[in-house]
């Protein structure tokens, strides 16, 4: 029989804090690391800034590369959080609140007895956005679309789960 063909991802960290020595992309090394033991072959790693144009051009590199991609950073709820509305452009979805995880998001909060924030980036998602289920993060920033990971890495045993299996079945 033919052998397998392994599986070709990309790796983009986003955030301009990256391009400075103060601040080292540790999280793409634990994707590679995890990749490569799923038999996946990591063809490029990138590190972009907070610039829609850069982010823009690099993730079309990567549709035209990968089957893959993992983008990491620029979730947040700051001006400069980009990651979301580049990619939703690029791909051509719209972007929508997911209201089951704005509600687990204002949960959290009531249960610490903290006051929520304003923003609710981690609850806005693509439309055809699957969602890991409640509880199976600690970062409410952990989506997946193309693949979309926030800094808050979770484990890598979600990552594998939903590599295995990315149609949910």
Do not use: W, Y
């Not at 990968?66 to 719209?94: F, K, M, N, Q, Y």
Request: hydrophobic share 50%.
């Amino acid at each position: 029989s033919e052998p397998r063909r392994r599986i070709e991802a990309v790796i983009i960290a986003v955030g301009s804090e990256l391009l400075t020595p103060f601040r080292l992309d540790t999280n793409s090394l634990v994707l590679t690391a995890g990749l490569n033991a799923l038999g996946f072959r990591v063809r490029s790693k990138v590190v972009v800034g907070d610039e829609d144009d850069d982010l823009l051009a690099e993730f079309q590199a990567a549709l035209r590369q990968a089957e893959v991609i993992l983008l990491s950073g620029g979730l947040g709820p700051t001006a400069d959080d980009i990651t979301r509305e580049v990619v939703a452009r690029a791909l051509g979805l719209p972007l929508e609140i997911h209201e089951a995880t704005l509600e687990a998001i204002e949960q959290r909060f009531a249960r610490r007895r903290v006051p929520m924030p304003a923003a609710i980036e981690p609850a806005i998602v693509f439309g055809s956005a699957r969602l890991l289920p409640p509880g199976a993060s600690s970062s409410t920033e952990l989506l997946f679309f193309v693949l979309l990971l926030s800094l808050a890495l979770a484990s890598f045993a979600l990552i594998r789960q939903f590599l295995q299996n990315p149609a949910g079945n």
